[in-house]
């Protein structure tokens, strides 16, 4: 299995890169900086990226990025990767520096999800200044968050990411968006070699920009505060009051992306012990708050 390290960054593409700026900066808080592409890297923390956007005749969600921590690790990826007959793009100069890193490797998930491998970022020592006050994001050794992806094929590729790319197994959700009676939605959420609750979940169910949604943590409650007002002020389409989540215990709320998929915005993150935890089925989403509602057109 592979020895994945943590979400090091998301890809995303856009129709309009101005507002990806504006939204990044006034709203997320974040860094941003011009990418060799003629994109934008946003930045929050020391690395040169956590978030790529490339320009586009889309407003969608590209790649999830995976960090081993070297050489041999992504080698012996990669040839795993072969052993379980998964096609393999290694990437060349171009995308090794478009990426900041010394290796790069594409490959795609049964539902036909893009995905990432990567090692030896470069880091520039950059000071991470948020243009909107931002003290600090959580990222570090347990990645930059989470990503949420759709599965049509769920069966499969929920063994993929277990049998295949080492996730383990943290929690169940069976969604039953009509109630008893409707159809059951899965969602399992995994975690790797890192103590946050999950860095990616699955979702039984298609979804239009290729991401249910990507979530970054803060380290305190004004912080989340603030970046509702911002959110307000600008404009954005908030798409989930604020709550609390029953398993990684994430007070935050949700937010529509330029890119069409939301962003999770919170703080208070669960660093779980593997070695304790026990994976359970749970029935509520959230301890309070989180309607999902708020989004939807008015019958």
């Known amino acids: 299995m592979i020895d994945i390290r943590g979400l090091a960054y998301v890809v995303a593409e856009t129709t309009d890169l101005a507002k990806w700026q504006t939204y990044a900066e006034g709203v997320l808080g974040m860094m941003t900086a011009p990418s060799p592409d003629g994109g934008l890297y946003v930045r929050m923390d020391e690395r040169q990226f956590r978030f790529a956007v490339q320009v586009g005749a889309r407003d969608a969600y590209v790649a999830s990025g995976w960090e081993v921590a ?6 012996a990826a990669l040839d795993h990767l072969a052993d379980a007959g998964v096609a393999v793009a290694l990437g060349d100069a171009a995308l090794c520096r478009l990426r900041c890193a010394q290796q790069v490797a594409s490959f795609q998930d049964p539902s036909g999800n893009c ?10 020592f950059v000071h991470f200044a948020s243009p909107a006050g931002v003290s600090r994001f959580v990222t570090g050794n347990i990645g930059m968050g989470h990503t949420v992806l759709p599965s049509v094929d769920f069966k499969k590729t929920a063994d993929f990411y277990q049998d295949v790319m080492g996730f ?3 929690d169940i959700y069976n969604f039953q968006p009509a109630g008893d009676a409707g159809p059951t939605l899965p969602i399992h959420f995994f975690h ?6 999950h860095s990616l979940a699955v979702a039984g169910f298609p979804v239009e920009s290729g991401c249910v949604h990507v979530m970054v943590e803060v380290e305190n409650m004004p912080e989340v505060g603030r970046a509702m007002d911002r959110m307000q002020q600008h404009q954005v389409l908030q798409t989930a009051t604020l709550g609390q989540h029953t398993n990684d215990r994430v007070t935050s709320f949700y937010m529509r992306s330029p890119s069409n998929f939301d962003i999770e915005f919170g703080y208070g993150g669960a660093v779980i012990d593997w070695q304790e935890h026990i994976t359970h089925e749970f029935t509520r989403v959230s301890l309070w708050g989180h309607d999902f509602s708020i989004a939807r057109p008015k019958a």
């Open 115 to 124: 995905h990432e491998l990567v090692w030896g970022f470069k880091s520039d």
């Open 192 to 197: 790797c070699n890192n103590g946050r609750h």
């Open 70 to 75: 070297n050489q041999p690790a992504f080698q």
């Open 168 to 170: 383990g197994l943290s």
